[in-house]
């Protein structure tokens, strides 16, 4: 008996599944499972997918509910319920009843032409009942029981015997059975696995003549999914009866793939081989460990990569003009690379003409440069510098398949010929072929290196087909993705044996250098310091997982993988995909790499894509699926995007004309930006280079020191801002100001403490925030104060005046390293912050303020702080933290010396930490709180501030004046009522749907609509706002609006809500079960404030309306207390 699953949530999962069967037509003949005869109408069958999709993720929920308090975290489902099955020792025939409903969801999932027929749905909803029941006890209910206990349904497992060779098995490894050497000297091990097609599989995996693949498994984890390509049948093993496995080994050809869902960059892997072949998977490592500050080598890179593309634009262009366009792509580079710049010029001018010499060879084919391709089937990701294509138009069709590439070394150091070309650079084309196999069918073509400063007739080297390099590069990619995920279990044993592998010269010559400076720096830190940095790492490898390949605790539990693992509907569920959009060729610029795509009038409207975002466009197949593993994928940021289309800025410098032309109809999705978590690696690792006096002052273990007031006063300061403007301007070490919504903390504070430092001292002043919008109001707000002497670092608003790029335009080399040493005042995002380490290298800056602040993890700042004299930090720990995509439970460090200092919790900010540990320390000289706010009206305030801050109050007239809507032409009973208070509720009845309440969603609509009318002409962008927690409820809003309130009104989450301000805010929370709430409130770590509650209320500056069912929501805490509070206007 297990009693996992509570009596609530029993009792969801059982109503769910009755109004999902009672929602479609599940009548079944009495020859149940014999369907051939049977026609399905269109409607019938769509109505079969739909419920079978809503039973999907119903599963995936229970299995969620399940396993909520296991210390195992699972990055897929399969592997999820794989443990399930496993840990709780579930009969072998229920076992393959779960595993067969799981491969039938996905097919439905993957196959829009597909349906189950009505008796699998009838057993996908009885197997779900058995499996609550066994997990909580509770009596399935009469009416859930009439739907299928009547009838005697069929099993939904089907043996499946597997062919004698197999090209690719899917599995999840539950154990290995140890490594062994065999007499003829070849290493083997066994792994037990559950296959998806053939039940549990034992695979005897051996060497083979040249590689020891053996090892992996040395590397393969219990519940991790893998890939074995090349397998061969084997008779079963007649002595172990116990359990019925189907028996695989590997052959000469094989590769095993850990975690294939986790993409590996090609160019990644070849940095783990030096060039005479010596590898280590621990440059990887190290690498993730430092920050990339570029190099003479790298710049030449770029600049030689950026002449490429000019020349493939215009083969007329002179080296003159080429070396000035390439130099201005990479201006702040060559800033700091000045005094080498002559010597760099003369140098590629020789490999100028190689290029031209190439494409040359090559103009008439077919070249694009920087095309990125993935393999989910290799685990890898990579961006050639060319591929080369071929007319297809020609006679030989056959040309189609040829897909070569060429990829581009500007080294000094060149191969001899008869080596052909260095083991790295092998190892990396190895990589773009196995890439371009598994995205072309039958391709052929050459893959080659051009070595760029090799001599004339020897630049160009053709590396053939590389099979061993091809097993040396999976290889390593195991051993890389097996190092992250150590780190993701907080293990340190990497670190501590990094010492004993180079002692005993276990490391190649090549990353001998780092290892000894970061070991070096490991052993001579404290306890609570590699504490600290071991469970920050860990927090920060598992959010790049779960952002690469999901989590099973959230909702987006594929990560960049929902790209190939996630459904079209899915997908379009998430509105996470803009599909059918087609290309305007006459507004498109290819020429700065800008498409415009027409978005189709019948679909829906509703998207999570904003401008700015990343994404990836991809082609469409002619016969409507989505297969974007199949194509090249371009990478670019969205311009702009409305109802009607969608401008992008592709990465690509050069785009194909003919593949944009080729395809009707194109895809975008969301794109994935790992090189921020790699920052956040690096400023771990350099927290550990700096003082311990420096890390007692992060870890809140001595009190920052104060010098005297400098007895600032500010006219158009309240006599409190000016007090804590003195307080801040005091500090020597750091001051915390806590800025609930509405207080100017950063109109009032931020700009006269920039104000004060800008005029009265010498100092250079760097100031950050989390989002890019937050440092365009930074700019907007300290433009006046500092004259515009400013640089904006990183993208902003659109023709910024301060940014780099426009303050140093036409500006020679030696000019713009004169801007930058004489500019006092730096303004940036944090991510921009780490691309520009090399300021440092010219500037001394003294302070740095963080807005924001609240909303950054420790690693975003523990490698930024010690960098600087004193900080001020500017936050509100009552709002939204930083988000974080993992389980709450899997935040909760288990390293037990930092929870003296305070450190739990790893996705509480640093601010919030440094707070809590100075009020409980009595060091009330470090923070302080602005108690006067100007948004909110009083009758708000009044809730917010007895709840959640107790100390605000109010600071104008126009909060305390009676509500008076104007008068407009709406008059009846909601009109009234809108007018009775500034704090409204309106109960909506339960519906028997997850995640949207359709009567909720026609009030919101009704409730806009008599709004419009009483505002007239001034009804506009700002004056009504919608939050809702779910996108489904978005989508339900949205698509009844009329096209002027879908042009003047966002309804979006409070997540995204946060940082903005309407006249109005209404919020539909959509709720038809208690079980939901627990996703819908934010706590603090004392459940003293609900965060997203707080957020929600303080966007409104003059009305609140709340609509939801009071009976669910009085099982929420604050909600609770709302609804009592708005009781008088309910």
């Known amino acids: 008996m297990y009693f996992i699953v509570s009596p609530i949530a029993a009792n969801f999962f059982y109503n769910s599944l009755q109004v999902i069967g009672e929602s479609v037509d599940l009548k079944i003949a009495a020859t149940a499972g014999d369907e051939s005869e049977t026609e399905i109408s269109e409607e019938h069958f769509q109505d079969l997918r739909g419920a079978t999709l809503q039973l999907n993720a119903l599963f995936y929920n229970l299995i969620k509910e399940i396993t909520a308090k296991e210390s195992q975290i699972f990055y897929s489902h399969f592997a999820q319920i794989s443990f399930v099955c496993e840990a709780y020792n579930l009969d072998r025939d229920f076992e393959a009843e779960i595993h067969s409903w799981r491969i039938l969801c996905r097919r439905t999932q993957r196959q829009d032409d597909f349906a189950p027929a009505p008796w699998q749905v009838l057993a996908g909803i009885q197997l779900m009942a058995s499996l609550v029941y066994h997990f909580s006890q509770e009596t399935i209910p009469s009416l859930l029981l009439n739907l299928y206990q009547e009838i005697e349904l069929p099993s939904l497992y089907q043996p499946n015997d597997p062919a004698e060779k197999l090209s690719l098995l899917r599995a999840v490894v539950l154990r290995t059975k140890g490594h062994e050497t065999l007499s003829n000297g070849k290493g083997r091990c066994v792994l037990i696995c559950e296959t998806e097609q053939y039940g549990k599989a034992r695979i005897q995996v051996t060497d083979t003549n040249y590689k020891p693949i053996s090892q992996f498994g040395r590397f393969a984890q219990s519940y991790q999914t893998i890939h074995i390509t090349d397998l061969a049948k084997q008779e079963p093993n007649t002595e172990d009866e116990s359990t019925p496995f189907t028996e695989f080994r590997t052959t000469e050809s094989s590769h095993l793939i850990l975690e294939p869902d986790y993409l590996v960059d090609a160019s990644a892997i070849a940095r783990c081989v030096d060039r005479y072949g010596r590898q280590s998977s621990y440059n990887y490592l190290l690498g993730n460990l430092r920050f990339f500050t570029g190099s003479e080598a790298t710049f030449m890179g770029n600049l030689i990569n950026e002449m490429l593309d000019q020349i493939i634009d215009n083969e007329h262009i002179t080296y003159e003009e080429a070396y000035r366009g390439a130099l201005h792509k990479n201006f702040l580079e060559a800033v700091f690379l000045k005094d080498k710049l002559m010597l760099i010029y003369h140098n590629l001018k020789t490999q100028f003409e190689r290029l031209q010499q190439f494409v040359k060879k090559y103009r008439s084919q077919r070249l694009t440069t920087e095309p990125t391709f993935l393999s989910a089937i290799f685990g890898l990701q990579g961006r050639l510098d060319v591929l080369v294509e071929y007319d297809e138009s020609e006679a030989d069709q056959d040309r189609k398949n040829l897909k070569e590439i060429i990829e581009l070394k500007s080294a000094k150091s060149v191969p001899p010929v008869r080596s052909k070309a260095w083991a790295n650079d092998l190892v990396q084309v190895a990589c773009y072929n196995l890439l371009l196999d598994d995205t072309f069918e039958n391709r052929r073509g050459i893959s080659a290196i051009l070595y760029s400063q090799a001599e004339d007739g020897e630049y160009l080297r053709n590396c053939g087909k590389l099979n061993f390099e091809q097993q040396d590069a999976l290889l390593l990619r195991n051993q890389m993705v097996f190092l992250d995920f150590m780190i993701a279990k907080e293990n340190t044993r990497i670190f501590d044996q990094l010492h004993k592998r180079i002692s005993q010269a276990g490391l190649p010559f090549y990353v001998v250098d780092d290892a000894k400076a970061f070991d070096d720096m490991w052993r001579g830190s404290r306890e609570i310091d590699k504490a600290y940095f071991i469970a920050f790492a860990g927090l920060v490898i598992r959010e790049n997982i779960a952002a690469k390949i999901g989590q099973t605790q959230n909702d987006f539990q594929n990560g960049f993988a929902n790209l190939w693992k996630n459904s079209r509907e899915d997908k379009k569920a998430n509105f996470a995909l803009l599909e059918q959009l087609t290309l305007d060729f006459e507004q498109s610029d290819l020429a700065t790499s800008t498409l415009v795509f027409h978005r189709q009038t019948n679909q829906s409207s509703v998207t999570t894509f904003r401008k700015g975002d990343i994404a990836v466009l991809y082609p469409i197949n002619p016969n409507g699926s989505l297969t974007a593993l199949k194509y090249q994928l371009l990478k670019c940021n969205i311009a702009s995007i409305n109802t009607h289309q969608v401008t992008i800025q592709v990465w690509n410098k050069h785009i194909d004309s003919h593949f944009l032309q080729k395809h009707v109809h194109w895809a975008l999705e969301p794109n994935l930006l790992e090189s921020g978590n790699r920052d956040l690696l690096a400023s771990l690792a350099h927290y550990l280079s700096i003082p311990d006096a420096q890390k007692d002052l992060l870890l809140g273990q001595r009190p920052p020191e104060f010098g005297p007031s400098p007895n600032v006063h500010i006219e158009r300061l309240n006599a409190e801002q000016n007090q804590i403007l003195n307080q801040a301007l005091a500090a020597k070490d750091y001051f915390l100001l806590q800025g609930p919504p509405g207080t100017g903390k950063t109109s009032a504070m931020l700009a006269n403490m920039v104000g004060h430092i800008f005029h009265k001292t010498e100092e250079n002043i760097f100031l950050l925030a989390f989002t890019n919008r937050a440092v365009d109001e930074i700019c907007k707000k300290i433009e006046p104060i500092c004259g515009g002497q400013m640089i904006r670092l990183g993208s902003g608003k659109e023709g910024s005046p301060y940014s780099l790029s426009n303050l140093t335009k036409d500006k020679k080399i030696k000019e713009v390293h004169q801007v930058l040493s004489q500019t006092r005042v730096f303004v940036s995002t944090v991510a921009s912050f780490y691309k520009n380490l090399n300021l440092f290298k010219i500037k001394t800056f003294d302070t740095v303020i963080v807005d924001e602040a609240s909303q950054l993890l420790e690693?975003?700042?523990?490698?930024?702080?010690?960098?600087?004299?004193?900080?001020?930090?500017?936050?509100?720990?009552?709002?939204?933290?930083?988000?974080?995509?993992?389980?709450?439970?899997?935040?909760?460090?288990?390293?037990?010396?930092?929870?003296?200092?305070?450190?739990?919790?790893?996705?509480?900010?640093?601010?919030?930490?440094?707070?809590?540990?100075?009020?409980?320390?009595?060091?009330?000289?470090?923070?302080?709180?602005?108690?006067?706010?100007?948004?909110?009206?009083?009758?708000?305030?009044?809730?917010?501030?007895?709840?959640?801050?107790?100390?605000?109050?109010?600071?104008?007239?126009?909060?305390?004046?009676?509500?008076?809507?104007?008068?407009?032409?709406?008059?009846?009973?909601?009109?009234?009522?809108?007018?009775?208070?500034?704090?409204?509720?309106?109960?909506?009845?339960?519906?028997?749907?997850?995640?949207?309440?359709?009567?909720?969603?026609?009030?919101?609509?009704?409730?806009?609509?008599?709004?419009?009318?009483?505002?007239?002409?001034?009804?506009?962008?700002?004056?009504?706002?919608?939050?809702?927690?779910?996108?489904?409820?978005?989508?339900?809003?949205?698509?009844?609006?009329?096209?002027?309130?879908?042009?003047?009104?966002?309804?979006?989450?409070?997540?995204?809500?946060?940082?903005?301000?309407?006249?109005?805010?209404?919020?539909?929370?959509?709720?038809?079960?208690?079980?939901?709430?627990?996703?819908?409130?934010?706590?603090?770590?004392?459940?003293?404030?609900?965060?997203?509650?707080?957020?929600a209320l303080t966007r409104a500056r003059e009305q609140v309306i709340l609509l939801g069912n009071e009976r669910v929501l009085q099982e929420g805490k604050f909600y609770k207390k709302l609804i009592e509070f708005m009781q008088p206007s309910n």
């Open 859 to 1095: 690693p975003h700042l523990c490698g930024i702080l010690p960098r600087f004299k004193r900080f001020i930090l500017i936050g509100d720990e009552k709002q939204l933290p930083a988000v974080v995509t993992q389980d709450a439970e899997k935040c909760l460090t288990q390293q037990t010396d930092l929870h003296e200092m305070g450190i739990r919790d790893l996705s509480i900010s640093m601010f919030e930490r440094l707070l809590t540990n100075a009020q409980n320390r009595d060091w009330h000289d470090c923070y302080a709180m602005l108690t006067t706010q100007f948004r909110m009206h009083g009758d708000i305030t009044q809730f917010v501030n007895d709840h959640f801050y107790k100390k605000l109050k109010i600071g104008t007239e126009r909060q305390k004046v009676p509500l008076q809507h104007p008068a407009g032409v709406a008059s009846d009973k909601l009109t009234t009522w809108l007018n009775q208070s500034r704090l409204l509720f309106w109960d909506s009845p339960l519906e028997p749907h997850n995640k949207i309440n359709r009567t909720e969603a026609q009030r919101v609509v009704h409730l806009l609509n008599v709004i419009r009318e009483m505002y007239q002409q001034d009804f506009k962008a700002d004056t009504v706002g919608i939050i809702t927690p779910y996108r489904a409820q978005i989508a339900e809003i949205y698509g009844q609006l009329d096209e002027e309130l879908q042009a003047n009104v966002s309804i979006d989450t409070v997540e995204r809500y946060q940082g903005s301000e309407r006249e109005i805010i209404i919020i539909s929370m959509a709720v038809n079960h208690p079980e939901q709430l627990k996703n819908l409130q934010a706590f603090n770590a004392e459940q003293t404030v609900d965060k997203k509650l707080n957020v």
